[in-house]
């Protein structure tokens, strides 16, 4: 299809994606859907007043935030009944994808107003492409809850999980993610922090989440910006055949058990090697843990 065949239709809702960082990753059809739309629906019009100044867009613009998405959606919908084209944005990258428009593109749908993506930058994206994990498959599990309860828990529920694991985080959070991670995934398990992408001080580095977690601690350059944290998913080549469960059991015969009949009871259970599940049991015991 050539770029002219892309021109704003009427009555359409264009589900917006914009750069994460580098204006130059903004497309070239996301510029003529800006420029040629009757409106551009924001999740901040002054963050966004930015970037549409910088391509010199002056379309109307409209807050659309998680604050007033419900009681929004409908009036834009009408809008776009009358057959107004409307443009969906949000402060970065896809929206929808841990950002508003869910409810907006969810009732459009609905009364079939006709959705079309216009494709671009996702910080999700970006990092996996880069992160070296397998990238087959993957999950995405968005933002971690800011309280540590909640979030052990989620870890927890997915600690055994196969697939690639992607988080975003917040850099007030990272340390204490980190830390979580090491208790419930395990010191060794690889973890890729994508940090800064497509910006200058563009930072991706992987290791165990034990290392990756001192390194973070001793340079606070790293605990900055905005961040994506990358799981590699269990898999048999550790030498435990479920590194998490495996912890859990091991765990649990810890507190009935030495160490050596305790690692080699949680390898007949599990069907791993006894050797790592002795050396985890040392590292366990290294940690103080206290759960
Ligand atoms: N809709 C966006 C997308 O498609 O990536 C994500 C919005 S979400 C509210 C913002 C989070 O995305 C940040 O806290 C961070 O975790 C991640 N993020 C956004 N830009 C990033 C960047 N340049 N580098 C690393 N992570 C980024």
């Not at 100044?53 to 009944?81: C, G, K, M, W, Y």
């Not at 204490?176 to 991670?181: G, I, K």
């Amino acid at each position: 299809m050539s770029m002219n065949e892309s021109t704003v239709q009427a009555g359409t809702l264009y589900v917006v994606a914009t750069p994460i960082g580098n204006l130059g990753d903004i497309t070239q059809r996301a510029l003529q859907v800006l420029a040629g739309g009757d409106v551009i629906v924001a999740e901040d019009t002054r963050h966004s007043g930015r970037l549409l100044h910088q391509f010199q867009i002056d379309t109307p613009t409209i807050a659309l935030h998680e604050h007033n998405e419900r009681h929004r959606a409908p009036q834009i919908v009408e809008r776009l009944q009358k057959g107004e084209s409307v443009a969906l944005i949000s402060d970065a990258g896809t929206p929808l994808v841990s950002d508003p428009g869910f409810h907006l593109v969810r009732l459009a749908r609905e009364v079939d107003i006709k959705v079309v993506p216009v494709p671009g930058a996702s910080a999700m994206l970006a990092a996996l492409s880069v992160s070296g994990l397998p990238s087959d498959r993957f999950i995405f599990e968005g933002f971690l809850s800011s309280k540590s309860g909640a979030r052990k828990k989620r870890l927890e529920a997915i600690a055994t999980e196969p697939r690639t694991l992607i988080f975003y985080e917040a850099p007030h959070r990272l340390l204490d993610t980190l830390a979580d991670m090491v208790d419930i995934f395990g010191v060794d398990r690889r973890v890729v922090l994508a940090r800064e992408l497509t910006k200058t001080f563009e930072t991706i580095k992987g290791d165990g989440v034990g290392n990756l977690l001192e390194w973070v601690r001793s340079d606070t350059d790293q605990q900055k910006g905005e961040m994506v944290l990358l799981v590699k998913g269990v898999t048999s080549d550790s030498g435990m055949a479920n590194d998490a469960e495996a912890q859990r059991i091991l765990k649990l015969l810890l507190e009935e058990l030495p160490l050596s009949q305790a690692s080699a009871l949680a390898a007949k259970i599990t069907g791993s090697r006894k050797k790592p599940l002795y050396q985890l049991g040392l590292r366990l015991a290294g940690q103080g843990d206290d759960d």
